[in-house]
């Protein structure tokens, strides 16, 4: 079956760096976009970003945009989030997900698989 487990979360100072990794299990990951969503307490979940099937295409929510990149390695079924410049508003769970088809995109509702999420907390 399909497993997301969604790894590298943890307290960081604000200004500070953090990657998060997301393996990926039970399916073809080369065949299809990921994305990365984030809860934060008390509000809806939202899109962060994501990355098409092989790479070429990426997009990103307003909020993170400049300081955040998302990667994938499609050899080790692997993608990642390299968030940088942190701030306290970044505190959340981070989830990644997938399922939705081979490009990007930002509709929650597009992705039938989830991964159980990582705690990042930003400190001021």
């Known amino acids: 079956q399909v497993q997301l487990v969604e790894s590298g979360g943890g307290l960081v100072q604000a200004g500070g760096s953090l990657r998060l990794s997301c393996k990926a299990s039970g399916f073809t990951f080369r065949s299809y976009a990921m994305g990365w969503f984030r809860q934060a307490p008390g509000k809806e979940r939202e899109f962060v970003a994501g990355i098409s099937w092989l790479g070429g295409s990426t997009n990103y929510g307003d909020s993170v945009k400049g300081r955040f990149t998302i990667s994938r390695d499609n050899a080790k079924d692997t993608v990642s989030l390299q968030m940088n410049s942190l701030k306290t508003e970044d505190t959340a769970v981070y989830y990644c997900?997938?399922?939705?088809?081979?490009?990007?995109?930002?509709?929650?509702?597009?992705?039938?698989?989830w991964g159980q999420g990582t705690q990042v907390t930003v400190s001021s």
């Open positions: 997900a997938t399922g939705g088809g081979r490009t990007v995109t930002m509709i929650e509702g597009s992705y039938p698989y």
